[in-house]
C-alpha cells in the first residue's frame, strides 16, 4: 500500500470540498481519485482487468449518485445540455467532437501495433486439497489429519528439538534451491522458474494453513495439483519420491519453528 | 552541553543497548542463517555444503574472495559486512536483508574468530585505492582488449570472454575443486557486483583463494580501467538480467537456408537455465546459465537458433534425452579429483613460474579454442561457411565484438614461453547436446503438458541434437519414465562451436503430417533443455527453462487504417446522435422553461 498516493487523494479531494466545485467537477474527480488510487495506491501493482473491474463499478455508483436526486442531476445535466446547444461552446464542441474519436483510433491503432504479450495462467496458489491422499501405502484423511509430532512440542521438547533439526537438514538439502535460505521463496533458481515458490515468511501462506496441507503440497508437489493450480507448470517435486512421511512431517516442523509462526488449528465442527 | 545531560543521554544508551546484545549473538546468528552450508566450526562443510557448487567458503582458511584489499591479504569488516548483506549473485550465497546492521557486524565478528589470522596485527587488513570510475569509452574499450590479450586474461576468460578459455577445464581453487572462469559477458553474475566500479575492485584484488589474480601494482589504473571498458563492452553493456518470456519468429518469404546469416534480423529471447532438480537425475549445480533464442519463419518452414556459452564443447561421447541418470551423484567431485592428479596438483605452480614439460604443446600459446575445434573439422561439410571473424562478434546481447584470435608472447604471467604442467583434461563420457520443446499436439484451452517432458495425457516432442554426433532427432515423451524417438522425420540441424559459444541450427516444417503446427498468430508453449557433457549433464540430469511461449508474426500484418477509421467514425456518429437529440429537446422545451 502506498500510503502516501492513497493520502494524496484523499487531501485532494477535501480540498475540492472548499472550493465548492459543481456536482460534474465533484464526480470527475471522485472517478480521477479512485483510478489514481487503484492504479497507484498499491505496491503490488493491481491487474488491468481488476481496475477496469471497479472503474465500471465506481462508473455506475457515481452515475447513480448522480440520478438519484433530481436537483443533483439537474446539476450534470445543465452545463452538458449547456456546452452542446449554446452558440458560445460552438467552437469547444466541435474540438471535442472530434478528439473523442481520434483517441479511440489511437487506442485502436496502439493496440494493433503493440507488441504480443506471453499469454498468462491465473492459477489458484492454494486450491482446495483432496478428501484424502495416499502416501506410500499409508492412506492420510486430510480433513482431520495433524501433524504425528506436534504434540511432542508440548510432550517431549528434546524429542521435538531433535525432530526440527532433521527438518532443518532435509530443508538445506533439498528446499532452498528454490524456497531460499530465508524461506522468502528467493532461492538461487527462481530466476528460471514460473510460477515463482511460495514465501514462508508471507503470513499468507503456512500461518493459514493447517500441516495436513502442507504435506500433502509436499508428498504430490506440482503434479498433485488440481488444474486450477496449473500442475504443468509449477516446480514443485513431489517429494514423496524423495522423503520419507517422517521427514516430510519433520521438515513441516522446522518450517514453522524457522518462521516463528503457528500452524492454523483443525476447525471445530458444531 | 552539561556533564549531567551526556551522563543521562549515556544512561539511556545503555538502556536501549541492552536488549540489542541479546540479539546480536553472531554465534547464535551464525548457527541460525550460516551454520548449514558453512559448517558449525566455519570450515565450510555444513550440511548443504555437497550439493553445492561453487562450494561454501571455508572460513578457517582466512582467504575470501571479494575483498577491496590487496592480493592474498585479509578483507576488511567492511567487505565482509558487504557480503553478507547483498550476497553473492548466481551462487548459493544469499543477501540477509532480514538482519540489521548490528547483527551482521556481530556475525562478522563471529566468522572472524574461525582464522587465527584476524588476531594478527601484522595482517590487518588495509584498503586499496578505489576511484570513483572514469566514464566508458571505446577507445578504452579497444585498447582494453589489447591489454586483456596481452595480460593473459583470454587464457582461462577466453577471447570473447565467455569463460572458456583453454585452460579454463582445468582451474580448481586452493581446496582442489574445479572453479569456473567467470563469463564476463554476463555481468549480472559476477560475484563482486557488475557494476564498473565492482568490477575495477575485482581486476585489482583479485579473488583469494582461485587463480584470479589481483592486478593492484601489477598494471597501471588506466590499464585496469581499460579492461573493465572492453569487459563492459562484451555485454554490450546488458548489467541486468537481460530475460524475457516470448520468443518471436519473424515472418520472411525467402528460404529458410539453415546458415548464421538467416538470423540476423531476428530478435533474441534469452531464457535463463536452472538445473532439473525436480525428479531424480537432479542436477544441483547446471553449468550453462542462459540460452539465447531465435526464430524465423516462411509459409513453409520454422526454423531457430539457440546460442549459449559454454566451457568447451564436448564432442566426445553421446548423449540422448533417455540415458539414465542417478538421482544425484558424486560425480564431479570424482572429476574434480581427476583434474587434480592430471594437473599435477600444482596450486603454487599452477600459473607458470614452474617448469614442467608436456606433449599438450603450446598449452598457453596459440592454440586457441576455435582453432581446436577446426583442426579436427569435426563439422565436416556440414559446417556452417566460416565467416567466423566478424559472426562470432555479433553476440547475443546484441553488441559487435570483433573477434581476433589469443595472442601468446609476453604476458602478465611472467615467462611467455614457460609451460606449466601438462594438463590432461578428463575424457568427457557423455557430449553437448540440446533439445527444443514444444506439446506433441497444439494445446486446447489452458491446459499445458507437465514442463519436465510432459505427462501421461499430454505427451511434448523434443527437437534434440547430439553434438558429439552432431546429429539430430526427434523424440516423444510422456513423463520422465516414457521418453522414446518419435516417428517424425528429425528436424535439419547444423552446429557451430566458436569463441564460446555453441549455435545450433533446426528446421522443420510449419505443418507436418500429424501434430503440433506453427500457425502464425498463436502462442506455442517452448521449452529449452541443455547439457553440458563436461559437467556429465545427460537424460534428466539437464539444465532446462520452464515453459515460455514462441509468437510467430504474421508475414501479413493486417493495416490498421480500416479499424481505426470505423471506431472513429462510430463513435463520431454516436456523438452526433446524442448532440442532436439533446438540441432537439431543448428546442421542443423551450415553451416550457418559458413558461416556469
Redesign the interface.
Known amino acids: 500500500m502506498n500510503v502516501l498516493v492513497i493520502l494524496a487523494v484523499v487531501a485532494a479531494l477535501i480540498g475540492l470540498r472548499f472550493v465548492k466545485p459543481g456536482m460534474l467537477v465533484w464526480l470527475a474527480a471522485w472517478w480521477v481519485g479512485c483510478y489514481v488510487a487503484l492504479r497507484y495506491g498499491f505496491s503490488t501493482p493491481v491487474p488491468v482487468s481488476v481496475i477496469k473491474l471497479y472503474m465500471g463499478i465506481v462508473t455506475l455508483s457515481l452515475t447513480a449518485y448522480a440520478l438519484a436526486d433530481s436537483e443533483r442531476w439537474a446539476q450534470v445535466r445543465d452545463p452538458l445540455t449547456a456546452f452542446m446547444t449554446e452558440r458560445r461552446y460552438q467552437a469547444w464542441l466541435v474540438v471535442v467532437a472530434l478528439l473523442i474519436p481520434a483517441l479511440f483510433a489511437v487506442r485502436i491503432y496502439a493496440q494493433m501495433t503493440s507488441d504480443p504479450q506471453a499469454p498468462s495462467f491465473a492459477r489458484t496458489v492454494h486450491p482446495a486439497p483432496p478428501d484424502s491422499i495416499t502416501v506410500h501405502d499409508t492412506e492420510y484423511p486430510l480433513g482431520t489429519q495433524d501433524n504425528p509430532y506436534r504434540h511432542l512440542e508440548n510432550d517431549d521438547p528434546e524429542a521435538f528439538a531433535g525432530r526440527v533439526v532433521n527438518g532443518r537438514q532435509i530443508y538445506y538439502e533439498n528446499c532452498f534451491y528454490c524456497h531460499g535460505d530465508l524461506m522468502a521463496g528467493d532461492g538461487m533458481f527462481i530466476h528460471g522458474l514460473n510460477p515463482i515458490p511460495t514465501s514462508f515468511q508471507d503470513p499468507g501462506t503456512i500461518p493459514m494453513l493447517r500441516e495436513a496441507f502442507l504435506f500433502w503440497r509436499i508428498a504430490k508437489g506440482a503434479p498433485g495439483l488440481p488444474e486450477e493450480g496449473g500442475p504443468w507448470q509449477s516446480a514443485m517435486p513431489a517429494w514423496e519420491q524423495f522423503l520419507t512421511e517422517e521427514e516430510m512431517w519433520n521438515v513441516i516442523l522446522f518450517l514453522y519453528e524457522f518462521t516463528d509462526s503457528k500452524p492454523r488449528a483443525v476447525e471445530e465442527l458444531h | 552541553m552539561s556533564g549531567v545531560a551526556k551522563s543521562l543521554t549515556l544512561l539511556l544508551l545503555v538502556a536501549v543497548a541492552a536488549p540489542l546484545t541479546a540479539q546480536t549473538d553472531g554465534q547464535a546468528i551464525y548457527a541460525k542463517?550460516c551454520s548449514?552450508?558453512h559448517g558449525e566450526n566455519g570450515d565450510g562443510q555444513?550440511?548443504?555444503a555437497r550439493?553445492l557448487k561453487p562450494e561454501p567458503r571455508d572460513f578457517t582458511s582466512g582467504k575470501y574472495k571479494i575483498r577491496s584489499t590487496e592480493t592474498g591479504n585479509l578483507p576488511t569488516d567492511a567487505d565482509l559486512e558487504r557480503v553478507v548483506k547483498i550476497g553473492l549473485p548466481?551462487?548459493?550465497m544469499?543477501a540477509?536483508p532480514?538482519l540489521t546492521n548490528a547483527q551482521v557486524s556481530a556475525v562478522v565478528g563471529h566468522l572472524k574468530t574461525f582464522s587465527a589470522d584476524f588476531e594478527d596485527p601484522e595482517l590487518a587488513p588495509e584498503p586499496i585505492p578505489l576511484p570513483s570510475p572514469p566514464s566508458y569509452s571505446e577507445e578504452g574499450a579497444a585498447k582494453g582488449r589489447e591489454v586483456y590479450e596481452a595480460t593473459g586474461c583470454a587464457r582461462c576468460h577466453g577471447t570473447l570472454g565467455r569463460g572458456d578459455g583453454t585452460s579454463a577445464p582445468t582451474l580448481t581453487d586452493d581446496w582442489g575443486n574445479h572453479i569456473r572462469a567467470a563469463n564476463l559477458s554476463m555481468p549480472w553474475t559476477f560475484r563482486g557486483g557488475g557494476t564498473r566500479q565492482d568490477i575495477f575492485r575485482t581486476m585489482s584484488t583479485g579473488f583469494n583463494g582461485t587463480p584470479m589474480p589481483g592486478f593492484y601494482g601489477a598494471l597501471p589504473e588506466e590499464d585496469i580501467w581499460s579492461i573493465v571498458d572492453f569487459i563492459v563492452s562484451l555485454s554490450g553493456n546488458t548489467v541486468e538480467?537481460p530475460?524475457a518470456?516470448?520468443v518471436?519468429s519473424i515472418a520472411t518469404r525467402e528460404s529458410l537456408e539453415l546458415t548464421d546469416d538467416l538470423f540476423s534480423e531476428a530478435p533474441t529471447t534469452v531464457?535463463?537455465?536452472?538445473?532439473q532438480?525436480?525428479?531424480?537425475g537432479r542436477n544441483?549445480y547446471p553449468s550453462i546459465i542462459a540460452v539465447g533464442v531465435q526464430a524465423i519463419h516462411n509459409h513453409k518452414d520454422v526454423a531457430f537458433r539457440l546460442r549459449w556459452h559454454d566451457m568447451r564443447a564436448e564432442t566426445a561421447g553421446t548423449n540422448a534425452p533417455d540415458l539414465p541418470a542417478p538421482?544425484w551423484d558424486d560425480e564431479l567431485a570424482a572429476l574434480g579429483q581427476l583434474e587434480e592428479t592430471g594437473s599435477g596438483d600444482d596450486e603454487e605452480g599452477f600459473w607458470g613460474d614452474e617448469e614442467a614439460g608436456g606433449d599438450d604443446e603450446d598449452f598457453w600459446g596459440e592454440a586457441t579454442v576455435s582453432e581446436e575445434a577446426d583442426s579436427g573439422d569435426f563439422w565436416g561439410d556440414d559446417a556452417a561457411p566460416d565467416d567466423a571473424a566478424g559472426e562470432a562478434g555479433d553476440d547475443f546481447w546484441g553488441e559487435e565484438t570483433g573477434s581476433e584470435d589469443a595472442g601468446g608472447g609476453d604476458d602478465f604471467w611472467g615467462e611467455g614461453d614457460a609451460e606449466p604442467a601438462a594438463v590432461t583434461t578428463p575424457e568427457t563420457e557423455f557430449s553437448d547436446a540440446v533439445a527444443l520443446q514444444f506439446p506433441l499436439e497444439m494445446p486446447q484451452g489452458?491446459?499445458?503438458?507437465?514442463?519436465l517432458l510432459g505427462?501421461t495425457q499430454?505427451a511434448v516432442q523434443l527437437w534434440h541434437a547430439d553434438l558429439g554426433a552432431n546429429a539430430s532427432s526427434a523424440w516423444v515423451a510422456r513423463g520422465s519414465a516414457a521418453v522414446s524417438p518419435g516417428d517424425s522425420e528429425p528436424p535439419k540441424m547444423t552446429a557451430r562451436y566458436e569463441d564460446g559459444e555453441w549455435s545450433v541450427l533446426f528446421k522443420q516444417p510449419r505443418r507436418p503430417q500429424t501434430g503440433l503446427t506453427f500457425e502464425e498468430g498463436a502462442?506455442i508453449p517452448l521449452a529449452v533443455t541443455v547439457w553440458d557433457g563436461f559437467n556429465r549433464e545427460r537424460g534428466n540430469r539437464r539444465g532446462l527453462?520452464?515453459?515460455?511461449?514462441l509468437?510467430l508474426?504474421p508475414l501479413e500484418k493486417?493495416s490498421?487504417v480500416r479499424?481505426?477509421?470505423k471506431?472513429?467514425?462510430?463513435?463520431?456518429g454516436l456523438?452526433?446522435l446524442?448532440?442532436g437529440f439533446?438540441?432537439m429537446r431543448?428546442r421542443s422545451r423551450r415553451p416550457d422553461v418559458l413558461r416556469s
Not at chain 2, 489452458?446 to 514442463?451: K, S
Not at chain 2, 527453462?545 to 511461449?549: A, D, E, N, S, V
Open positions: 542463517y548449514q552450508c555444513g550440511i548443504a550439493f548466481y551462487t548459493s544469499p540477509f532480514n538480467e530475460y518470456n516470448l518471436r531464457l535463463p537455465i536452472v538445473g532438480i525436480i525428479e531424480p544441483f538421482l489452458i491446459r499445458l503438458p507437465y514442463f505427462d499430454n502462442f527453462t520452464p515453459w515460455y511461449h509468437y508474426e493486417p490498421s479499424p481505426m477509421l471506431a472513429g467514425l462510430g463513435v463520431l456523438e452526433l446524442i448532440i439533446v438540441r431543448k
